[in-house]
């Protein structure tokens, strides 16, 4: 078998090279504004239902919807949707004394800013959990802080927790208190042992997750 | 990455072996096929020990392996079937220590292929003819002939193929000199082809074929096939022409049974049966494997059930009619893969599983109570013959070859505290498993050790006269008396030998043919044959302070630096120079080479000196490093000079002999023997105390020893087990031991050991009660009291399981125990029995978050698990909790799950385990284990689990690794990426965050490691829809892992860890393997060293390629091509090639020979041994 493209048909040839265009063109699109998924399909994570695209053509292609929709109808809206991009924005206007340099600026950074070929959407440049060179095995890893203010007492945003998480992280590295932390700790251990917030403060049992049978309620929050 | 592939210690598991007179002597030796290593034996008829005269690495898998020699001649030649499409003829030179290859036949396509011949191979007894076949349709045979100049020739090849056709073995027929016969036994399956019914292949029989080369017409016909009743696994030829009646032996299901041409009638016989036997009774019994006897006047075959029980074969003549087949029981040992009787009365048995005997016949069983089966004697049909098994009667034991196959798990640290980690491997099946303790060095035996009356400060052996072939006395040296012991059966001390006694010796030596030197501080005695005795004496207020011995030198080095020589001549008396030299500073140790046979002196003197000035075997006195360098016999250059550190104390160097060649023990704070062994050089530590002095030894008990001194001890030792890289202390085990982990805190093994087609002991012990109640019951009213008293006896008999095997409990039935064991002492702190057919696959040890400080073993289980078809009916985690400081197990609970638990991994204090294809989360509840979180993406069965930071690297059973990533928050597990190769993953070992390293059940070891611009943010398909087409491709995640190395190590991998083997060295990757083998995967420091060692590898391929004809690139790229190794086996046989090649392959890498052999030892003493 071969992989060597038959016969001379150039219109073929000459998808295919659209095809590759597009490819090359989509690492254009900002991390934060599309979700990659496990089987390899794209969210677009700007459009507040998150639609589910197959391939990173047609998630360009809903882009490109998006921005015709936005940029004739509703200038402004795309941009508003994105606190980052407007948190930028903003840094920009405030200094721009030469508005043609900025927007010069702004279009280099973005484009050496995704420079190499567009792998995912949502890669990150800080990645908290990576240990060291050195390969340890232990049990237990550094625990694991990142989580977005404010969260505890809110229900948490299946969807929009990652890319919030991440410019919490990025921006604002701030340092946290203990009795935070102690709180952070105490959510994420009672989350991965089973508890689920219903949104009323309260913690419900995950009906696919067992429990000791005298285990009625979440344990409370240590004092120490 | 680059890596180099080392192999510590080759694979030890045999896998054929014959016996001819491969030298050309009268001396039998034999060979073995280890798997892909070919290995020259040598039982010693003297002492019985087996030594290795050569090993050579084919680069192919051998696949059958027989000995042939033409008509008339006196050397037996090798005929290998590989997996190469070509026929090979091996012929060894004992002058150069090589196989040679004189013919090689290329037949068809590599690697082991249904229809390409390589799998059986048959030689007529006569040597004239070999059949090689495949196992289906195809055979080929090939004539053997001599050319003018008596050199062995081959014919073109002639077809014997038959289409649809089953090979199951083949044998040449003694025909005497009638024309060469094949027998084959085959299937034809072609009616069962093509009845869709199924009724044909049920009918479907067995035959016996006989093919005929007529050497007249240069044909081969299919002479004549006959249908066989029972299912043969094997064939035995019969004596032919003068010797015997000629036939064959056909061993099948419970029968053997005798055939040949013309009007001789089928003799059969039942295979015995062992009374009182804990096995299936409506299990078919087989022989497998034989061996031949046959001297001019008798001959007899030797059978092995698979119960291990050896039978003596014999056949009844009447004038070359064949009446009655007679069989005896001989004596039970191991099962083996081989069996060879050799002239000289000894029977190898090359193991199936563990280590390799040499027995001595003691005496052929021909005079004893035995009873003896016979053919002739009145069966029912289905009816059988009992006997009663017994230790070992007719055969002696004299030697053990130690095997480590099969290795099925190992680990490597320093648990002893030795600062050089051991490796534990857990080897061996069934009863005759164990873990082994290996430690790098060489093992040592100690013939005796005696106390002396103070601390002596040297020692010596002589000898009475230059041809005594052992020696005469001992001589040891004290600060103020010299003490002399006698050898001869005892050693006592003796005061007539002529030697001063009142001082201590510096030095003494056989001068001459027969005379002795003693050299003293105050002097030299010479003392002749006759017990005459010439002093000279020292002059002044000088004494001696070195001196330098050979057979006819004596040098002397006074205090100030003044050398004296001697020298004997013709006459015997020994002549001082009157030129004396002065050296510029004391000396401090000096040396002569032995004198060159047929010279009058040695030329040069080797001195050292306080100032280092001139060296021979240069030693730097004071900081514990061996230089070895070469010594130009002409002009006294010294060159190729390799420096190894061998430990804190300064060295003293002694001259021994090992294998009748020069050895040097090198002594620092451990001591060293430097030998060359198989064309390498090898500096092995020995594994014994520290010694402060020694000198060769040899007496009749002990031809090759030393005698050395240590504290106030003289002992005498042997170094037997030259070659072997590390010594073993082996701790028996009960079942098969599948994995074990290491308490960190106590250092203690806990192992799980199952064995399938087994009986617990609890079954045991119950069916021995059951038996026993049976035979009570079944005897009438009047025998009622002996069949109580027989029943007495079987309950009370116990013939230990490691000879006689275990009774086989049939398909489905396990048998487990979890062991708790010290790794120093090797002694069982606890043991947990399992139900039967409960099998235990993994175990972990772990904390659990939520319960503090306290360790826990779990144990995955399955129960009642059927390999084929498969089927299981669940498992279990069954949770101990770790007391008494981690020695005992207690029993907390037992958490049933659906599938095997076949891998188990702590996880951010929680476990990990993979059930069937489920991977799982679970934490320690009260009454079980909770199940907290689950993944079920995982392609077919999770055979292991590897964890890092908040990755888990998942290893399928077939599809190679999936990297799983927890989510915390959300409580998911989610697949982030995989492998693109399907993979058989057997075991896997983490090299760092991106990277792991994998072995699959092929042979194969792959390094992959994810691209680094990799996302473990994935999140789950938020829309839920889970249609065909939603699961990415091919099942697969959207990130693949790459390949950073592929390599075909031949042997299955069964451990891989990262470690570092050798105190101060770098981190390597080790392997071990199914066959017992040892290995090492090491990085490359520097692009020269890549560079040069591909060229190396490059030239060696076609300057040296292997000996069964298997190209070597294609074999290390046996299923993936090889990436980014380089195959260190390969370049190291540089050393055995001849010496112009070696120069035409250094000059091509601008290096002279020896520059290349110690580049290839640096890289070797660099990370291992």
Redesign the interface.
Known sequence: MSFKREGDDWSQLNVLKKRRVGDLLASYIPEDEA???????F?CAICPH?P?LDTLAMLTAHRAGLQLFYGKKQPGKERKQNPKHQNELRREETKAEAPLLTQTRLITQSALHRA?HY??C???KY?P???G?S???S???PS?VK?QSGKISRE?E??A??QAEESATVSAPAPMSPTRRRALDH??TL????WIPDGRGRWVK?E???????EEEPPDLPLD | MFLYNLTLQRATGISFAIHGNFSGTKQQEIVVSRGKILELLRPDPNTGKVHTLLTVEVFGVIRSLMAFRLTGGTKDYIVVGSDSGRIVILEYQPSKNMFEKIHQETFGKSGCRRIVPGQFLAVDPKGRAVMISAIEKQKLVYILNRDAAARLTISSPLEAHKANTLVYHVVGVDVGFENPMFACLEMDYEEADNDPTGEAAANTQQTLTFYELDLGLNHVVRKYSEPLEEHGNFLITVPGGSDGPSGVLICSENYITYKNFGDQPDIRCPIPRRRNDLDDPERGMIFVCSATHKTKSMFFFLAQTEQGDIFKITLETDEDMVTEIRLKYFDTVPVAAAMCVLKTGFLFVASEFGNHYLYQIAHLGDDDEEPEFSSAMPLEEGDTFFFQPRPLKNLVLVDELDSLSPILFCQIADLANEDTPQLYVACGRGPRSSLRVLRHGLEVSEMAVSELPGNPNAVWTVRRHIEDEFDAYIIVSFVNATLVLSIGETVEEVTDSGFLGTTPTLSCSLLGDDALVQVYPDGIRHIRADKRVNEWKTPGKKTIVKCAVNQRQVVIALTGGELVYFEMDPSGQLNEYTERKEMSADVVCMSLANVPPGEQRSRFLAVGLVDNTVRIISLDPSNGVLLRTVLDPVTGDLSDTRTRYLGSRPVKLFRVRMQGQEAVLAMSSRSWLSYSYQSRFHLTPLSYETLEFASGFASEQCPEGIVAISTNTLRILALEKLGAVFNQVAFPLQYTPRKFVIHPESNNLIIIETDHNAYTEATKAQRKQQMAEEMVEAAGEDERELAAEMAAAFLNENLPESIFGAPKAGNGQWASVIRVMNPIQGNTLDLVQLEQNEAAFSVAVCRFSNTGEDWYVLVGVAKDLILNPRSVAGGFVYTYKLVNNGEKLEFLHKTPVEEVPAAIAPFQGRVLIGVGKLLRVYDLGKKKLLRKCENKHIANYISGIQTIGHRVIVSDVQESFIWVRYKRNENQLIIFADDTYPRWVTTASLLDYDTVAGADKFGNICVVRLPPNTNDEVDEDPTGNKALWDRGLLNGASQKAEVIMNYHVGETVLSLQKTTLIPGGSESLVYTTLSGGIGILVPFTSHEDHDFFQHVEMHLRSEHPPLCGRDHLSFRSYYFPVKNVIDGDLCEQFNSMEPNKQKNVSEELDRTPPEVSKKLEDIRTRYAF
Not at chain 1, 35 to 41: F, K, S, Y
Request: with cysteine.
């Open positions: 979700l990659m998924l496990r089987d390899g399909r969210a998150r589910v190499p792998n995912s949502c890669r990150r990645r959990e990576a240990p060179p390969v340890s095995l049990p237990m890893p694991e989580l948490p299946p969807a927790g990652p959510y994420l989350r991965s042992s089973g995950d696919n997750v067992e429990f000791d049978s005298d």
